[in-house]
């Protein structure tokens, strides 16, 4: 058992029975939906579904929601397919060629259908939460869904450019990225009848996944290759210019903005890790991750559900140390 | 004034003072939101939004409608929003460069901030629609985009297919078209709070849906260009199989089913209006018209608002006329 199996052991006994039953659920849900929208969908969405992953934002659905309540299932099952959404359209936008170690869906099956399956995935998104009759969670979803293609198109916008300050790196992880965690978290809070939660939960999921971005991106420079599933430094060949790029700048103002090979990636990667700019970027992050834990404090959540969450958060740590 | 915007005139007669100020706070609606998401979004979606169109759905809505009520404004700009997002999607799926005339997001921006772009317009059709507070708007947004995503996927399953059945093609025009059509009509219904209205209001639309998008394909065959601001035979080039080219095959089996240059898609426009089948097509899509009026039938809409409603169904026929 690898260090990220062991986390995720550690979650689903924290969170309990209750946990691992909802999660199943959602799995139950995801093939369903997978399966009920046409052959085409099928293969696709069943690619995308079988490359797994964490289900974190659904985990932390869960974790702040309380109950078995379909309306949860509901929500975890949205987040998932909006994420999955992300990831079909992020392939497209990024041309990429892996993901998980897979051929991607645009990799697969060429761009007009990666755009339209992520644009069913969206939708669907959206009809599983629309069921549940709340409009305060349809609300979550879409502010959520706004700032995701909102960060999309500012990191489209900050290409190749050299001065992008570090204030402006992490609203783009805000949106991008952390949105969907916040919003996750406030899902929970709306279906367990406490709205009043709903902002110190949704705090706790943005500076989460604010951290999870900066750790990925520190992950994309640090590497190795066979952990990430794809080649170091796939961020400076299209262009995403990340914290670690920016504070090595700073001791290393040489360093190229412009790298168009995977040997000139590898190179620029480790000139980046010379300079220490790696361990100040994961500093940062761990510090986002307090800031998430200190969020829980007061809320009087139960000992168990406080001590769940905080292994999420360790496990985001974890997940890249 | 041309005979398309001579009908757009006389809908708004007859459509009264109210049907002018709900489009005119449509339109500053849609500008809002447009300036409110960035300054890359709003050159993007400004371009979108000056390239204009009838806002034919947003008419569907108010027509159905009754009254002045927010949410009218509301589900208006979350329709066309929705089918702003399908024309960027669809520009990528086309890499399509003109559309009405203008250079496409796509052509303007290249795909990855169409994508973008198109999933931020996806967004916030439903987060305008979240705020009416109506469950039932949501799910017939969510249930329209996931048809216009389906029909999307199916269309391009279908392409370069020598053998699709007329019965596929017509739905693929109800998903892909349709579907948007129908979800108008059935807003409206909901909002002027007679839910007992949506499905003969939904069937008058989606019928009219269905002869909207037969007529523009037959317009694809039959030109002129200076007419459809792009050139004859788009759909021929991008392997689009639609009935024009279906029921020519009948009579001309050596049509071929694959062209690559403007000059073959143009001889083979001609070959398809020899066989008669233009006409055909016209005359299925016709009887699409009449059975949408018919659905109006027995509904006690007021006089003026079932005229007002026929005019637009015959503003579609004349578009194409």
Same mark, same amino acid.
């Given at each position: 058992m690898n260090t990220a199996q062991a986390q995720l052991g550690a979650v689903l006994s924290a969170g309990g029975p209750s946990l691992a039953r909802l999660l199943e659920r959602t799995e139950a849900r995801l093939a369903e939906v997978a399966e009920t929208h046409g052959a085409a969908l099928g293969v696709l969405a069943a690619g995308t579904l079988a490359a &797994?992953?964490?289900?974190l934002r659904p985990v932390l659905v869960f974790l702040c929601g309380d109950g078995e309540d379909d309306r949860l299932v509901a929500a975890g099952t949205a987040v998932e397919l909006l994420h999955m959404a992300t990831l079909v359209h992020d392939d497209v936008l *990024?041309?990429? %060629? /892996?993901r998980r170690g897979r051929p991607t869906v645009f990799a697969a099956a060429c761009s007009p259908a990666a755009t339209a399956t992520g644009d069913l995935l969206f939708s669907r998104a959206f009809a599983e939460l629309a069921a549940t009759g709340s409009e305060d969670a349809v609300r979550a979803l879409s502010t959520a869904s706004s700032a995701l293609a909102h960060g999309e198109l500012m990191q489209r916008a900050d290409a190749? $450019? %050299? $001065? =992008?300050?570090p204030e402006r790196y992490l609203e783009r992880c805000r949106l991008k990225t952390a949105s969907l965690f916040e919003a996750s978290c406030r899902l929970g809070a709306l279906f367990r009848g406490r709205p009043d939660l709903a902002p110190a939960l949704g705090q706790f999921g943005e500076r989460l996944g604010v951290a999870f971005q900066m750790l990925d991106d520190v992950l994309d420079v640090s590497g190795p290759a066979e952990r990430t599933g794809k080649p170091r430094g796939a961020d400076l060949l299209d262009g995403t210019v990340t914290l670690p790029l920016i504070l090595a700048r700073r001791q290393d103002?040489? #360093?190229? &903005? %412009? =790298?168009?090979?995977p040997q000139q990636a590898e190179a620029v990667c480790e000139r980046i890790a010379a300079t220490g700019a790696l361990d100040d970027a994961r500093g940062q992050a761990l510090a986002h991750v307090t800031a998430a834990k200190q969020a #829980? *404090?007061? /809320?009087? #959540?139960?000992q168990q559900r406080t001590n769940a969450l905080q292994l999420v958060a360790d496990g985001v740590v974890e997940r890249y140390a």
């Open positions: &797994g992953g964490k289900r *990024d041309a990429a %060629e /892996l190749w $450019n %050299e $001065n =992008v300050p103002p040489t #360093l190229p &903005g %412009e =790298v168009t090979t #829980l *404090d007061g /809320l009087q #959540l139960s």
